[in-house]
């Protein structure tokens, strides 16, 4: 097994790029989702707007910096990237990239929305997005089915990962759509509930095998153990996907003969969200008791702790979306609460993480285990090559 690298002490920047993983996009879905539930809070708060804004800069920075390294596995060590494919946990967390781009690209508009150029850059990356979700939506559930070997005592809500950023993409369309002129706005709605499509009901599906492999063969194992917590990531991401969707309906179906679906897009889209959101808090209450009863067995920390973020974040979203859309004030309230809660697991995460990646607890890459150094070997043998 490949030794843990404290980050202060590798010997070489290109080891961290070999052990790079894409589980790492998980701080980025985790931080962006925070800054753009911050710009949510329905509550007066001073200084607020200027801490999300500073969040979403940063987290810009950190998904560059991610992108990049998760680019340089690919080009300079590939022989070591291939077996990411092959693993049957870390190939789920190719999802995490395309999840980890909406909120950069919801941000655009958020806080530039008088901005034709951020719009632009928004638009052009949603569609770049909805490429990658539906490159992983594909890709790897055809990994599970021919290359990779799992049983369903092994099953977790990981395998909801490659298939819920098409959904992602969907609720980022509804909100986009509403900033681009009728005919752009329309072909990103109509493309946003055929990604709700492709996803929510396979996901919703996932979500039943999940259940069956809870009763059969009771809690994960303790690396996953806070992996439950993904099961709301689709129901939240599909509750909130039908109220933005409705809410851009009448502006981006104004002509055309989807026109007459335009006023009852919104309030079916609700009425779904309501649906979809007891789903969810049947999910979120099963998730929070298994945590606190594994929590009991010591969990170890790993970057599956970001699953506390972006599920329940999006969750949220949905939550303070109805709150919007029936004027009932118990969404509103308790997506405020929620807000709170998702800051204080998003931070003592993050701080977590920065310590464990100062100390090499996280810089190793699982789908490597046995697997010989061979291109680390040939870089380091070129570089001792002596110079003529």
């Known amino acids: 097994m490949d030794r843990l690298i404290p980050l202060r002490h590798l010997a070489h920047p290109r080891e961290l790029v070999r052990q790079f993983t894409p589980n790492w996009f998980t701080v980025n879905m985790g931080t962006g989702i925070v800054f753009l539930m911050l710009m949510q809070f329905p509550y007066p708060i001073e200084g607020i707007r200027t801490v999300a804004e500073v969040l979403f800069w940063v987290d810009a920075l950190i998904f560059l910096a991610f992108l990049a390294l998760f680019a340089s596995r690919w080009i300079f060590f590939f022989e070591d990237a ?4 092959r693993h049957p946990v870390q190939s789920m967390f190719i999802g995490a990239l395309p999840m980890a781009m909406i909120p950069l690209v ?7 929305p008088h901005s034709p150029q951020a719009v632009a850059l928004a638009a052009g990356l949603w569609w770049v997005d909805v490429a990658l979700s539906l490159i992983s939506g594909w890709l790897v559930p055809w990994q599970q ?3 990779q070997e799992h049983d369903l005592a092994r099953m977790s809500g990981v395998w909801l990962l490659p298939i819920v950023p098409a959904e992602v993409a969907a609720s980022s369309g509804g909100i986009l759509a509403l900033h681009l002129p009728a005919a752009d706005a329309q072909t990103m709605v109509i493309a946003g509930y055929c990604l709700w499509g492709v996803s929510v009901p396979i996901a919703l599906g996932l979500l039943t095998i999940l259940y069956l492999r809870l009763a059969v ?3 994960p194992p303790k690396e996953l153990g806070v992996s439950t917590w993904l099961s709301l990531g689709p129901i939240g991401t ?3 996907a039908l109220q933005t969707l409705g809410a851009a309906a009448p502006h981006a179906l104004i002509n055309g003969p989807l026109h007459a679906l335009a006023g009852i897009a919104a309030p079916i889209g609700t009425l779904g969200a309501l649906i979809l959101w007891g789903l969810g808090l049947w999910w979120m209450v099963t998730a929070l008791a298994l945590t606190v009863r594994q ?8 970057l599956g702790w970001w699953g506390f973020t ?22 509103t309230t308790f997506g405020a609460m929620l807000v709170v809660f998702l800051v204080g697991a998003w931070a003592y995460v993050l701080i977590r993480s920065a310590h464990g990646l100062w100390h090499g607890h996280m810089v190793s890459a699982p789908c490597l285990t046995g697997v010989p150094r061979q291109a680390v070997a040939r870089s380091t043998a070129r570089q001792r090559l002596p110079s003529k």
């Open 82 to 85: 291939m077996p990411l494919l």
């Open 295 to 302: 929590a009991r067995n010591e969990l170890p920390f790993n």
């Open 145 to 147: 089915f021919l290359n």
């Open 238 to 240: 599909g509750a909130f």
């Open 310 to 331: 972006f599920p329940l974040g999006v969750y949220i979203a949905a939550t303070l979306a109805l709150g919007r859309n029936t004027g009932l004030e118990f969404f």
């Open 217 to 219: 063969h009771k809690l």
């Open 106 to 112: 919801n941000g655009l508009v958020v806080f530039y």
